[in-house]
């Protein structure tokens, strides 16, 4: 028997929501109120992974009857994270750095549900390869104001697809929500589907 819960995503990200709104689920999206400070101790995975619980566990304060799903994405090169760029010339150096080179894409998922004291944590990785970027390409795709509020400083479901060669994974986990991971860890834990 499917359970129609309540799901409540705990975050301020449009991209997260449309995802999410494409399908007919009783959907809330609460922004968290966390500091993202990235500990340097962490491998790039417990990272994504601690941000996504401590963002779900923020929300879940409010919504302890709902499942609540905390999501943070994070761009790794070289082992290095790619953060959100403070600027253009963050933007290019991050671009530049990307430019003909496969980086991973890794978001860290956290759903919970208080009352019950399930919390469940995981992550999907996906492997993107861009191609070899000019530096006019780079300034040209700056001038679109599109890399600034985005790990890694490219959007792949915006006009920033046009730097992406290929992906290894799943689409929208590069996006910022890996949909599939998702669902699956709904079905197991919850008896709940996203896709109804």
């Known amino acids: ?36 400070n990235i500990n340097r101790g962490e491998t790039p995975e417990q990272v994504s992974m601690t941000l996504s619980l401590i963002k779900a566990l923020d929300v879940s304060n409010r919504f302890p009857k709902d499942i609540v799903i ?12 790619l953060g959100k760029p403070k600027g253009k010339e963050d ?25 019950m004291n399930i919390k469940i944590i995981d992550y999907e990785k996906t492997r993107v390869k861009f191609r070899k970027l000019t530096d006019d390409m780079i300034y040209r795709y700056i001038g679109t104001n599109e890399p600034f ?27 910022g929500l890996p949909l599939t991971k998702i669902d699956k860890l709904l079905s197991k ?5 996203i896709l109804k």
């Open 149 to 175: 509020d985005k790990a890694g400083a490219y959007a792949i479901q915006g006009v920033g697809q046009i730097l992406v060669e290929n992906i290894d994974g799943c689409f929208f986990n590069v996006v």
């Open 70 to 81: 905390g999501a943070d994405t994070i761009v790794v090169v070289d082992g290095k994270i």
């Open 1 to 36: 028997m499917m359970v129609m819960e309540r799901i409540v995503l705990a975050s301020g990200s449009p991209r997260r929501r449309e995802i999410m709104e494409k399908y007919n689920i009783d959907l809330i999206v609460e922004k968290s109120n966390v500091d993202e």
């Open 189 to 193: 834990y919850f008896n709940c589907y």
């Open 91 to 115: 933007a290019y150096d991050m671009l530049n750095i990307l430019s003909g080179r496969i980086h991973e894409v890794i978001t860290g998922v956290a759903l919970i549900k208080a009352d």
